[in-house]
């Protein structure tokens, strides 16, 4: 395996490309954040990091809060809309039909249609250049009902969550397994245990690659054989393929 050496660059990916809503209900805002992450668990500490030029910048410099909505591909031209165009010039919640709804510890409002909904409080800001890093302390985390199972589960995986790689999106795909799957120690759900699919997927791309994958022929239906039975259970007589017996001269 070869390398080729670039130059410096932020090519760590994927990341995910999130929506942050700013500003109160009255006077609100949303940009698209690809910068973003976890900086410490206990307690939730996150970052985003944003050009001083956005529009958005200036607004949470001020109220010190913001609120980090997760995108799916329910949203994604929705994301993709509210990285490119400025809140100065643009109504984007009209323009993409964004609904919001009041948070629980901050004033900044979230959007509804959102999966996951992190509250956010500003401790610090650091400037690096291109842009300046809001670090901030996680409230609070609201998450759509429709993802949480009856026994209490997140199935994230139901909502199609977005990522963002060398600037293209693309939504998330396969479950691999849940950490310490390499060595059997996982954290899943002990009343819905889910085994690590990771060597049967690695077993089919390697058949795919070699072509030997094979796709099960359909077995017919039950109805289909039941056709060729008549009422009693006994093989239907077919008068179409039947041979014609020629016909007997009179003498």
């Known amino acids: 395996m070869t390398k080729t050496t670039w130059k410096p660059g932020t090519m760590?990916?994927?990341v995910p490309p999130v929506m942050v809503t700013c500003g109160t209900m009255e006077k609100p805002n949303v940009l698209t954040i690809a910068w973003t992450g976890i900086i410490n668990s206990e307690p939730p500490i996150t970052y985003i990091s944003v050009r001083p030029s956005r529009f958005s910048h200036k607004i949470i410099s001020e109220t010190?809060?913001?609120?980090?909505n997760i995108a799916n591909l329910p949203l994604a031209k929705a994301c993709d809309f509210c990285g490119v165009k400025s809140g100065k010039s643009t109504?984007?919640?009209k323009e993409m039909g964004l609904e919001l709804e009041p948070c629980t510890k901050v004033k900044t409002p979230m959007l509804k249609s959102a999966?996951?909904?992190?509250e956010c409080k500003v401790i610090g800001t650091k400037s690096f250049g291109t842009h300046d890093m809001f670090l901030a302390e996680i409230l609070a985390v609201n998450v759509d009902d429709k993802y949480i199972e009856?026994?209490?589960?997140?199935?994230?995986?139901?909502?199609?969550?977005?990522a963002f790689a060398h600037g293209r999106y693309y939504?998330?795909?396969?479950?691999?397994?849940?950490f310490g799957f390499s060595v059997d120690k996982t954290k899943e759900n002990k009343t819905k245990p889910r085994k690590s699919k990771f060597m049967e997927i690695l077993r089919i791309e390697e058949k795919i690659k070699d072509g030997t994958l094979k796709i099960k022929e359909k077995k017919p239906s039950l109805q289909k054989q039941k056709s060729n039975k008549n009422r009693f259970g006994k093989p239907?007589?077919?008068?179409w393929n039947k041979k014609k017996q020629p016909l007997k001269k009179d003498n």
Do not use: H, M, Q
């Open 12 to 14: 760590l990916f994927p």
């Open 64 to 68: 010190k809060e913001f609120v980090i």
């Open 91 to 93: 109504d984007k919640f």
């Open 115 to 118: 999966p996951v909904s992190l």
């Open 150 to 162: 009856e026994d209490g589960r997140l199935a994230i995986e139901k909502a199609g969550l977005l």
């Open 171 to 178: 939504t998330l795909g396969r479950d691999l397994g849940a």
């Open 236 to 239: 239907r007589k077919n008068f």
